[in-house]
T-cell receptor
């Protein structure tokens, strides 16, 4: 089975711009979660989507949004970029067949640099 | 607020040493504790622990969960340079079918030859 894929892998944007990141989960996985990883804060949960619905959301401002399509692919959007948004953005998919035992599989991440 | 704390933050050992990484958590509706290994890119899954006191083992790696004291440890015996990585632990909580993972900041392990 192909793993989780994320595009683009690297991105450089300037302050004030917006960006859209894409994640394709493992085939058959219905849950997609997004995380932001920075050296200072570590891995922080952004949100989780299941069957096109956002089920959980972390403590991030409204500039961070996402969506999931019927084929389980997900996009994350960040508007009005700030320097502090520079980070590795990871997405993870899970089959969610049994929530207590399901593990998450991470993609390679998108490295976003805001200048 | 849910919290996961890992210690030490970094560790340098020599090949062949045994290391113990610690993870403590305070999470509402705790369901399970997960360990990941992160090298240069995506974290890769190591273990998921849901029951207290039951050791999970995979080769030289093993992990155990103590739900009473709210912590987990990850042991690596006979370390190799390929074990050098950031080790992340995460606590999963759940309210019904919803869940989220709270990650610790990780332990950076460096294994020198």
């Amino acid at each position: 089975k192909a793993g989780v894929t994320q595009t683009p892998r690297y991105l450089i944007k300037t302050r004030g711009q917006q960006v859209t990141l894409s994640c394709s989960p493992i085939s058959g996985h219905r849950s997609v979660s997004w995380y932001q990883q920075t050296p200072g804060q570590g891995l922080q949960f952004l949100f989780e989507y299941f069957s096109e619905t956002q089920r959980n959301k972390g403590n991030f401002p409204g500039r961070f949004s996402g969506r999931q399509f019927s084929n389980s692919r997900s996009e994350m959007n960040v508007s009005t970029l700030e320097l502090g948004d520079s980070a590795l953005y990871l997405c993870a998919s899970s089959p969610m067949t049994e929530w207590m035992t399901d593990e998450q599989y991470f993609g390679p991440g998108t490295r976003l640099t805001v200048t | 607020e849910d919290k996961v704390v890992q210690s030490p933050l970094s560790l340098v050992v020599h090949e062949g040493d045994t290391v113990t990484l610690n993870c403590s958590y305070e999470v509402t509706n705790f369901r399970s504790l997960l360990w990941y290994k992160q090298e240069k890119k995506a974290p890769t899954f190591l273990f998921m622990l849901t029951s207290s006191g039951i050791e999970k083992k995979s080769g030289r790696l093993s992990s155990i969960l103590d739900k009473k004291e709210l912590f987990s440890i990850l042991n690596i015996t006979a370390t190799q340079t390929g074990d050098s990585a950031i080790y992340l632990c995460a606590a999963k909580n759940s309210g019904g079918s919803n869940y989220k993972l709270t990650f610790g900041k990780g332990t950076l392990l460096t294994v020198n030859p």
